[in-house]
């Protein structure tokens, strides 16, 4: 008996790390969506390390741009006080009109709501084996981010939500071309609703759509419902590119979402679930 | 204890190299896989078992940074590692041509078995990136055989210093 051990030593040493990977996956199936505990303890042990990488490479980068390229500063400044000034143009438009909709008190109140609401995060990670599935933000448990928070590039559109594993510093984001993610959308013209899910290869899908539908058009905007109870309502989605009409019961319809892939590096975590402004 | 070390330090490099690589193109992740890299270096220079828990560990944490089923880049780098070792303790694959053949088939392998497995559990078609993900296994290949001998000289260099 020990000589036959002996011998296939190799063999079951992979057989049992194989029985036991299967294991951690079948632990996933009561689960769901939801992490196991080991997924959770190596996330957590390794998110900080790559975390770290980037804080120095970052740091590196920062130095680099603060002394030896401080010649550009006054450019940079001047653009800058450009963008603050057109951001202020911008405020005080929108300010206006929200006031057709809600008196100065309220809009102070909303908006003393909203501001301490936004953080600010860095993608520090992107899912290595699919790539348009999720990414890792610099900001976790300790910033108060908690599951179900939405993300929105830095010009306001929808990127996706916070999903486990949260480490201390860290969080994993799934991304609305994830084809798991569900988002209760309506289109700009008719106010048709459908849910809006990734396709995995970089852009969306509006599903649900009947194929007897005329009221959809390509070029229209995409925005959220809040019906989902995750996303708030009236945030930018993305653009109709394409509508085939197919044998089937729904219609093809393609969006292609507004935030960009390849810029995804500045992020807004909304912490409050109820930043409803209409 | 010197094997824990360098597999540790062979783990913090691969994070490095795909950090760095997530910042300059998500392409880039789909065309070279530092950890597959990484398993199949520690593997050919040790043997099967220490192949199949390198294997294991690196997947492990790529599953973990990745959102899908944990465990399935675990199993197919396990397998991966196996192999790694298993063939290398038997092949001479020090010759430049012999070592690209044997990385590049074995990527394939894992490859093939990670989209396979991907596929059988999570009942999904794969994200191709475009198509970048079919020539993953020659890029990888083609770092891997012309940096290994590389690594392997300056990993003795530092051994011979720390003597």
New interface residues.
Partial sequence: MSSFFKKNKSLIVLALLIFLQLFLISLQIPLGAQENYFEKAVFVLFSPVQHGIVSFFESIGGFLKGYISLHDAHVENEKLRQEIFSLSQKNRILRNALEYYKNEEEIETLLGEVYPNILHARVIGIDPSNTFKSVMINRGSLDGIEKNMVILDKFGNLVGRVIGPIAFKEARVQLITDTDCGVSVFTEKNKVLGILSGDGKGSCVLEHIVSTDENVTEGENIYTTGFDSIFPPGINVGRIISITSTSDLFKKIIVNPYFEFRYLDQLAVIRSQALVLF | MRDFIETSVGI?IA??L???F??IS?YL??AINV?SLLVIYMSSTR???YG??V??VC?????????????????AK??MG?LT??VSKRIDISPYTRRFILTFILITIELIL?AFL?AF?YT????T??GVIFIQPLITALLGSTLFPQIRKAVQAISRFRR
Avoid: M, P, R
Avoid at chain 2, 59 to 75: E, K, P, T, W
Avoid at chain 2, 124 to 127: A, P, Y
């Fill in positions: 913090l994070l490095i795909y950090t760095l997530s910042h998500v992740i789909q950890f043997n099967e078992i199949a828990c294997g294991a997947g492990l944490i790529q599953d973990s940074f990745s959102l899908g089923v944990f465990g399935v880049a675990g199993i396990t397998v196996y070792g298993f990670w991907y559990i999904k078609t794969l994200n990136g475009k």
